[in-house]
């Protein structure tokens, strides 16, 4: 073997050996886009595809795991949200049918669902934002950790990805730790492993593969878009807390500000509850998702990207991606090696 692959090799090993995949390169999963012809070609490209389940009912997900099943024989995660009303549903269609790998996200999991998932054979990842909860997480039995940064598209935390890593990586070692974020080169792949990450996480990369079922006018302007296209969305009221949304700038971000006027100024006048004003907050990005990925309406619609949309350039397989990164890796350790000879 090669000694630039022999090096790249053994750095993402612990996440190889940890996803079942070739390359320790997860596919982040994203609303709408992450279903199963995505999926299953990351996996198939050596990758580990991980389905966005969003607000799918138990019998939806069967279906769609299954779709996935169809399409590819390596292992693939499916991503759950924590706040689903079925969770424990949802997390026995998994295990009934042998998902490798639950990652529970948009929310702190509980202890009994992180333990419905093990017992039933998956092996539990989760996020986390900071030392403390990371910790918590590993305490109750999660099986692997990812750390997602600013950069991200979708919703979003306040800290940037380099951060984080450097906060994290070398307080948590007792479980895998995969890093999001920004990341868009073989360069940044290399860089985390080498700080002690067991692998990487994207997502805006994928979505203009030809296996992603997002409209030709979604692509079309990640294609065109640079990184500071992707701007996160703004909270108008403290009362109201909104977890940023980073999304190419466009009509509905005008949009998103007079919705939470509106709602804002219903509870104010006792028309609308609290929770139930913040619950139409949220339900704006997923209705307003869905127009720009499915409909192609990227003007009303809103066009979540990441930061590392700029290294969006054209149309192409998830395959090619992944040996882009895993050549653009390889690249940067020989001319490291011809350098220090």
Known sequence: MEQSSSFLQ???????????SSYAIMGGA?????ERNLVSAISNGGGFGVLASGSMSPDMLRDEIRATTALTSKPFGVNLITMHPQLDDLIKVCTSEKVS?????GGVPNAPAVKLAKDGGAKVICFTPAISLGKKLVRIGVDALIIEGTEAGGHIGPVSTSVLAQE??????????????????GEAVLFYLEMGAAGVQLGTRFVCSNESIAHKNYKQIFIRSSARDAMPSIQLDPRFPVIPVRAISNDATKIF???????IEKYDCNELSREDAQLEIERFWAGSLRRAVIDGDIDNGSVMAGQSVGMVNKEQPAAEIINELIAQAKTTIRQRTSTSA
Do not use: T, Y
């Open 168 to 185: 994290i990586l070398p307080a948590i070692r007792e479980v895998p730790i995969f890093v999001a974020g920004g990341i868009g080169r």
């Open 257 to 263: 500000l007079l919705k939470q006027r509106e709602l």
């Open 10 to 20: 053994n750095l993402m090993q612990r996440g190889c050996d940890f996803l079942g």
């Open 101 to 105: 790998h639950i990652v529970l996200a």
């Open 30 to 34: 994203m609303a709408c886009v992450s």
